[in-house]
């Protein structure tokens, strides 16, 4: 059964490039992986999807090598408003499974 | 575009009433909705997902007799929560999933449901 594993916390500071990375190791063939963003007391907001190589729409890029085992959020430029958790979710299979990692609590400095 | 609602957004009420929450796709029709608690500082719990027009599958550990889980139409689902108690208390939030159609779509969320039971 797939798991995924992130970070629980990561501290950076306004204007630094942020990378997260999740793992997930027994992803299966026609799982996606998704990213989503939660802010205290409200539902988690998409972020962005892929199932290889790279994606980037316009607030982040998703990094997932060949054997598909990790994949790494980028957020470039990070302000104090990116301050929330951020969840990693492998999605998909015949089953439409859901495993969702455990969020990893990113704080940005002025 | 891919708009959620839920409703109420929070909610007070005393052990052993029933509470319903009412999840809505507003702008795309949703074969898959799915409701999720959340506990202060955890992960998303999922609980149940429901299809339209059939039953809903909930997880292990979930009770279905006490949540209760309707999916009448591809824009409407609601979840209620029977005689509830204080260790119901918790963020309760929905998502839904569009008809599929090319390639994979993924979830998209309500704002949430906080739930209070005395």
């Known amino acids: 059964l797939a798991k995924t594993t992130q970070p629980i916390s990561m501290d950076s500071y306004e204007g630094q490039e942020v990378n997260i990375t999740c793992s997930h190791n027994?992803?299966?063939?026609?799982?996606?992986i998704t990213w989503y963003q939660q802010f205290p007391s409200q539902g988690p907001r998409f972020i962005i999807q892929g199932y290889k190589t790279k994606v980037t729409n316009e607030v982040a890029s998703l990094f997932i090598p060949a054997d598909r085992k990790s994949s790494t959020l980028s957020l470039p430029r990070v302000s104090l408003s990116d301050t929330a958790v951020y969840y990693c979710?492998?999605?998909?299979?015949?089953?439409?499974?859901?495993?969702w990692g455990a969020g990893t609590k990113l704080i940005i400095k002025p | 575009g891919a708009v959620v609602s839920q409703h109420p957004s929070w909610v007070i009420c005393k052990s052993g009433t029933s509470v319903k929450i009412e999840c809505r796709s507003l702008d795309f029709q949703a074969t898959t909705m799915f409701w999720y608690r959340q506990f202060p500082k955890q992960s998303l719990m999922l609980m149940a997902t429901s299809n339209e027009g059939s039953k809903a599958t909930y997880e292990q550990g979930v009770e279905k007799d006490k949540f209760l889980i309707n999916h009448a139409s591809l824009t409407l689902s609601t979840l209620t929560v029977t005689s509830a108690h204080p260790e119901d208390s918790s963020f309760y939030i929905c998502s839904a999933r569009p008809e599929r159609g090319r390639g994979q779509e993924t979830q998209y969320f309500g704002p949430g449901t906080r739930l209070l039971v005395l």
């Open positions: 027994n992803i299966a063939t026609n799982d996606y």
């Open positions: 979710l492998v999605e998909g299979g015949s089953n439409y499974q859901l495993i």
